[in-house]
């Protein structure tokens, strides 16, 4: 390995002896640094030659069949030292899909519906029906206002 580098092994969480071929992670540092890269079959990736300070790795994509590592969703901090190799094991989790066989097992299945909360922001649904008509209230009355001083001064 070269020095001032970064090692990423990734795994699967319930078997560490599973390396994941596939994911996607991006260092970032604040002087203009980016670079993403790959695992190999290996479940490596090495980010080699990093100049000394801190870094951001971000995890961008799972492998097939996984979800993404919730601790490297957001970007990490590493700091690079002089010499420094920093080896990583990372894990993700496999995807549970429900059965279909035999119907739903007790269990229900929830279809996510088109949320509402696109339309008004991130208010809850009560908060954005209350807007709503808070919207329509004054608009009526400045509506009434318009009218009355027209009909005042004819």
Do not use: C
């Not at 079959?41 to 990093?50: S, V, Y």
């Not at 519906?113 to 208010?123: A, D, E, I, K, N």
């Amino acid at each position: 390995y070269q020095i001032n580098s970064l090692v990423i092994k990734k795994v699967d969480a319930a078997d560490s002896n599973q390396v994941l071929a596939g994911a996607v992670f991006r260092l970032t540092n604040d002087k203009g640094y980016s670079k993403e890269l790959m695992t190999d079959a290996n479940g490596l990736i090495t980010f080699d030659n990093l100049k000394l300070g801190r870094y951001w790795l971000t995890e961008i994509k799972a492998p097939a069949g996984y979800t993404i590592n919730p601790d490297y969703a957001k970007p990490v901090a590493i700091d690079i030292k002089s010499g420094d190799t920093i080896r990583m094991t990372i894990t993700d989790q496999r995807h549970v899909l429900p059965s279909t066989e035999g119907g739903n097992n007790g269990n229900d299945v929830r279809h996510d519906q088109p949320s509402r909360r696109l339309l008004f922001g991130s208010f809850g649904d009560r908060d954005a029906i209350t807007l709503v008509l808070l919207g329509i209230v004054i608009l009526v009355i400045a509506g009434s206002t318009v009218i009355l001083r027209r009909r005042r001064r004819s």
